[in-house]
């Protein structure tokens, strides 16, 4: 499956974005689907999970804030972002694992695509 992110933008903080992650293929109903973002000169860090049966789970840095959700008829995957800080700013991934819960390792997906910018300033 292919993936590709988009969404993004430069938003003030306190401001919402809502990314989206389309996929291309087929038994996109089957993938886990995860965020994962990456500032300048940080680790890649995960943001959110969703799995195929509708499991959600959130790092502890943006839950309450973030939402996550999909439309297997659309082979789309989204993730609502509000109450965005600056340290939120960083280059956001989506990521395709098949045949998955929850799953938290960046290092096991096995789909990825490109990113897209997410900047929180003022």
């Known amino acids: 499956v292919q993936l590709q992110a988009f969404g993004g933008g430069l938003v003030q903080p306190g401001g919402s974005l809502r990314l989206s992650c389309a996929a291309f293929?087929?038994?996109?109903?089957?993938?886990?689907i995860g965020w994962f973002r990456q500032a300048p000169g940080k680790e890649r860090e995960r943001v959110s999970c969703?799995?195929?049966?509708?499991?959600?789970s959130y790092a502890d840095s943006v839950r309450g804030r973030f939402t996550i959700s999909r439309d297997d008829a659309k082979k789309l995957v989204y993730l609502q972002m509000n109450s965005l800080k600056p340290e939120d700013t960083a280059v956001y991934h989506c990521?395709?694992?098949?045949?998955?819960?929850?799953?938290?390792?960046?290092?096991?997906?096995?789909?990825w695509g490109q990113g897209t910018q997410v900047t929180v300033s003022s």
């Open positions: 969703i799995s195929s049966s509708m499991s959600t």
């Open positions: 293929g087929s038994d996109f109903d089957y993938y886990a």
């Open positions: 990521a395709a694992r098949f045949l998955s819960g929850i799953y938290y390792e960046a290092d096991g997906y096995d789909y």
